[in-house]
């Protein structure tokens, strides 16, 4: 990706490594394990986009973030982006009752992916991972901003059926921005993010695209690497 790495060791000045592992208590189900991973690490995302619609309501950008490491979190860049005059900051939080400034530090349109700093968080970060054909991943977020909803499907690897690098998974207005995740012997892995949620294909569930894992676990690597 074009400038990344010279913009990466800039930015990495402002990074502090991420823990790259979460293990699971052995007295969750990987169920309950994945839900204590997005209630303590995902938030809400929003952004003003400058625009009304004809009642002259605000129209809000909504999506979800998660945790990279440090102050670090990635979204999409979708979410963020507005070619709209007068658009307003965009703001996060993770249980409604503070909010936080968003700074973007990195996006990658090609990828709908962009770095942001929001507050320090003190997590680990699960590692990166290429999910594996069939295997049960899971989709958190906030659909338009609400509650935490949390979706499971299945790595789609058929390129007649879906693109090679997506889930089948359900999927809301909101949720963009999310972690794809799966549970394997304890542990969770990061294998995508949520960027859209078009419909279409076998068992009619909306398919979730996501950046290529090595890719956003390139990304990390170098916003955190030594400068």
């Known amino acids: 990706m074009t400038s990344i790495r010279t913009v990466g060791m800039v930015l990495a000045m402002l990074a502090s490594p991420a823990q790259a592992e979460w293990a699971c208590s052995e007295d969750l189900t990987p169920e309950q394990c994945v839900q204590d991973y997005y209630e303590r690490t995902a938030v809400r995302v929003q952004h003003d986009t400058g625009r009304v619609d004809q009642d002259g309501n605000k129209v809000w950008s909504t999506g979800t973030a998660f945790h990279v490491g440090g102050n670090q979190f990635v979204t999409s860049w979708h979410v963020l982006d507005t070619y709209y005059p007068g658009a307003g900051a965009a703001t996060a939080d993770y ?101 859209t949620a078009a419909l279409g294909g076998e068992v009619y569930l909306p398919v979730v695209g996501s950046p290529d894992p090595h890719s956003l676990k390139d990304l990390v690597e170098i916003w955190n690497e030594p400068w």
């Open 95 to 195: 249980d409604l009752t503070e909010r936080f400034n968003i700074e973007v530090l990195l996006a990658d349109p090609r990828d709908d992916t962009a770095l942001v700093i929001l507050y320090d968080l003190d997590e680990e970060v699960p590692e990166f991972s290429e999910a594996k054909t069939h295997e049960k991943v899971y989709a958190g977020g906030y659909p338009s901003g609400g509650v935490l909803v949390i979706t499971e499907g299945y790595w789609a690897d058929d390129p007649v059926m879906a693109p090679s690098r997506s889930a089948r998974v359900q999927s809301y207005p909101g949720m963009s921005g999310g972690a794809l995740v799966v549970h394997r012997d304890g542990y969770l892995y990061i294998v995508g993010q949520v960027s």
